[in-house]
């Protein structure tokens, strides 16, 4: 494959593709996150498993996004776009099939449901809307 991602799709794909990488995996994001977490040191397959947990994204995406910013080399990229990560993946994290990411946003949402029928309480429970607010 080599440099050349993402050739064999139809260049609307391709673009949705970047895309979609760039706005999911930001390169600023994804290196202060490397070097906060790892301390520039050279990645693992472990740490690739991490980040793209924490990213929310598939194995073959962050592995793309990292070989993209210069942390892999093509040679690794390749070798480690052969893995199946999911075994490795159970014995590092467990069997959750959510990422942490995604299961911290679950928490973030119940807090905040949670939080609306306090707020609603503390102003008595009332909601006044003006008159003919349909009509706006």
């Not at 990213?55 to 690794?76: C, D, H, N, P």
Request: glycine share 6%.
């Amino acid at each position: 494959m080599g440099n050349n991602i993402g050739t064999i799709y139809h260049p609307r794909e391709e673009f949705a593709q970047t895309f979609a990488a760039c706005f999911l995996m930001p390169a600023s994001k994804v290196r202060a996150l490397i070097e906060k977490e790892f301390g520039g040191r050279k990645l693992t397959y472990e740490h690739v498993l991490y980040l793209k947990r924490y990213f929310g994204v598939s194995t073959a995406a962050m592995l793309r996004k990292i070989r993209e910013i210069g942390y892999l080399s093509a040679a690794q990229h390749e070798d480690w776009l052969k893995l199946h990560p999911e075994t490795r993946e159970k014995e590092v994290f467990g069997s959750s099939l959510f990422s942490d990411r995604y299961k911290l946003l679950q928490l973030e949402a119940a807090k905040k449901t949670r939080r609306k029928p306090q707020q609603r309480e503390a102003i008595g429970g009332i909601y006044a809307y003006p008159k003919n607010h349909h009509e706006r």
